[in-house]
């Protein structure tokens, strides 16, 4: 299309996107919004910085060619007073990928917030949002190392879509009248009411992005969070229809945590990406004590918004904690922080945010290597301590510098010979350990593991005791009785007889069998008193059903056996109260 300000480079060539493909040339042009206030002063620094990467890492081969687009306060200099030009949608569309700093929003009747608009206009559905700690960035954390995550915040719905409705108003009135007489809901009469859709078609497509994030980066995890337990058809609906999109969509690639121990003794399969959930309240927590139990994270709107400044806050990154905003193919990504109007032109701020949006737009089009040397040269200026105000006020013996001159200190060290491949061995070989450990864990200690990272217990697999005791039919009930003090165990299997049943022994058997009936332990064998046959479930059972077995056939005990019939452990009303009053009870299948 012919555009009235937009300028499109010559020498560059527009990616294009074919059956949600996305071809990236080696000259792509890439928009940029400058933004208001400070936004000129990072726009200008990071675009030397993003350039001076793609330069190195490909030494002439690639290069990316800018079109300035034009929101906020340019823009309606530019185009008379509009602050959102249709122009600049229909540029962003054309060129897919675009980068932005920071909007005002004007202040007065009737105007949006340039965001806000944006993401509806585009239908950015996704916001993403990952956060990971740069050595040498002041943080609050112990080991902020530790946090290295990619939040995906759904961007469209929940409580912000601003279905509401104020107290006294006769909107109001009338809503609460439907709901008290129809809806027979309970509530106070001045209460303001809100609304908050969570569809299926808008929880799977942010899901589905997430996933497919954590496949191509060859991520661990993705975590639904969510608060199900007490909102179940919006917030449980989301992490249900999460579980739904990831087996009907990627079943060849992804398990779920349940899988992960009951099918794979918490040993993660190579290739498969578990997925799992946790409860909102509970991930704040565990986002500062375990950070390293998680990865990709998939939230609704408001969980998201609060969760994602957490997080970066958590690796001193508010002022540089990068994001974006996604489409199915379009992204825009964004400094995550405001204006900052008193720092306008004064060459002070920290570009970071902006600069690290930009790494992972470069990664984005799959320009790994600049993307690297950036993040890598990062840390090196930190180490010299050169910093701008915001962090030379955390940071002792620090040389404070103005924006311009953080961005000349990057670029030198991007020019001076960063050993790519060395530390990109050290940081991946840094993440296999961590991951060994994780898994170690959670062979070693699964009910601990489980505890501890917030898992709510669902299936036996979850509950059960694994170390077996067995003995033959043949032994004495005695020496029997010595195994089960010796071992501590107040039962013990029983190997199968000649029909090939396996048996079981209990303390109470001994009572009910032995005492009860005036005999004498040494007289009898244990095959005399074994129960067979016994009540077996597998691991994946869930523990509603185990419940009911339990309840149905009046026993106190199952026995756990694989699916080829050969025991694995068993389990008692013990396990399953001791499970659940320690860690909580999602009772949905
Ligand atoms: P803000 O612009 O983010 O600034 C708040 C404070 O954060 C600043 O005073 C400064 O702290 C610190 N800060 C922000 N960016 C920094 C940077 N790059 N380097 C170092 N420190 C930085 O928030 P605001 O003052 O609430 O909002 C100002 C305008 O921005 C409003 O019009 C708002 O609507 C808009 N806004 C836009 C976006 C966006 O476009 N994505 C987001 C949020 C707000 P100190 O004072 O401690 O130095």
Redesign the pocket.
């Known amino acids: 299309m012919a555009y009235k300000h937009v300028r499109l480079p010559e020498d560059g060539q527009k990616i294009t996107v074919e059956n949600d493909q996305m071809n990236v040339p080696d000259n792509p042009i890439l928009g940029y919004v400058e933004?208001d206030?400070?936004g000129p002063d990072?726009t200008k620094a990071c675009l030397r910085i993003w350039d001076a990467a793609v330069e190195k890492a490909y030494g002439g081969k690639r290069k990316i060619h800018w079109a300035e687009l034009f929101m906020g306060e340019k823009a309606a200099k530019v185009y008379d007073g509009d602050y959102f030009p249709a122009e600049t949608l229909e540029a962003i569309k054309d060129l897919w990928v675009a980068i932005k700093g920071?909007?005002?929003?004007p202040v007065g009747e009737g105007f949006r917030?340039l965001?806000v608009s944006l993401r509806q206009e585009l239908d950015l559905y996704a916001c993403v949002r990952p956060v990971r700690h740069y050595a040498g960035v002041p943080s609050p954390l112990k080991d902020p190392g530790k946090v290295d995550v990619v939040i995906f915040r759904e961007n469209t719905e929940d409580v912000y879509c601003g279905i509401e409705y104020q107290s006294g108003t006769d909107e109001n009135k009338k809503l609460a009248k439907f709901l008290k007489e129809e809806m027979k809901a309970d509530f106070f009469d001045d209460a303001g009411l809100g609304i908050k859709p969570i569809s299926e078609f808008g929880t799977k497509r942010l899901v589905r992005k997430a996933i497919q994030y954590a496949i191509d980066n060859g991520r661990e995890s993705v975590t639904l969070v969510h608060k199900g337990n007490i909102m179940k058809f919006t917030e449980g609906a989301f992490r249900a229809w999460g579980y739904e999109v990831a087996r009907e969509e990627f079943g060849h690639c992804t398990i779920t945590e349940d899988q992960l121990y009951s099918e794979y003794n918490g040993r993660q399969p190579e290739g498969k990406i578990v997925i799992k959930d946790r409860i909102a309240d509970i991930i704040f927590q565990l986002m500062l004590l375990r950070p390293d139990d998680f990865d990709v994270l998939a939230t609704m709107n408001l969980n998201g918004d609060y969760l994602s400044d957490a997080a970066a806050a958590e690796v001193g990154g508010i002022?540089i904690a990068p994001g974006a905003n996604m489409s199915d193919n379009i992204a825009v990504f964004?400094?995550?922080?405001?204006?900052?109007?008193?720092y306008a032109d004064k060459n002070k701020?920290?570009?970071g945010?902006l600069l690290f949006s930009g790494v992972n737009m470069l990664e984005y089009i799959g320009w790994q290597e600049a993307a690297d040397l950036i993040s890598l040269a990062y840390p090196e200026v930190l180490a010299d301590k050169i910093v701008?105000y915001?962090f030379a006020r955390n940071m002792e013996g620090a040389t404070e510098v103005g924006t311009k001159e953080f961005a000349d200190a990057l670029i030198e060290q991007i020019n001076g010979g960063i050993d790519l491949e060395t530390k990109r061995k050290q940081r991946s070989e840094k993440l296999a350990r961590e991951r060994k450990q994780r898994e170690i864990r959670r062979l070693l200690q699964p009910m601990e593991e489980m505890i501890a990272s917030g898992r709510t217990p669902t299936s036996v697999s979850d509950v059960m005791t694994r170390s077996l005791i067995t003995v033959t039919d043949d032994t004495s009930v005695h020496d029997a009785m010595h195994e089960m003090r010796k071992n501590e165990v107040s039962s013990l299997v029983v190997e199968p007889n000649d029909s090939g049943e396996w048996g079981i022994m209990t303390r109470r058997d001994i009572v009910t069998k032995i005492v009860r009936e005036g005999k004498s332990p040494t007289d009898l064998t244990v095959g005399e008193i074994a129960s067979r046959p016994v009540v077996t479930v597998t691991p994946e059972t869930h523990l509603r059903e185990a419940a009911n077995v339990i309840a149905e056939k009046n026993i106190s005990r199952l026995l756990v056996a694989g699916k080829d019939g050969e025991p694995m452990g068993i389990t008692t009303e013990t396990d399953i109260f001791g499970a659940i009053e320690q860690s909580g009870w999602l009772p949905e299948a």
Do not use: F, Q, Y
């Open positions: 933004g206030g400070i990072i920071p909007l005002t929003t917030s965001n002022g964004e400094a995550t922080h405001g204006t900052a109007p008193k701020v920290n570009p945010s701008t915001d």
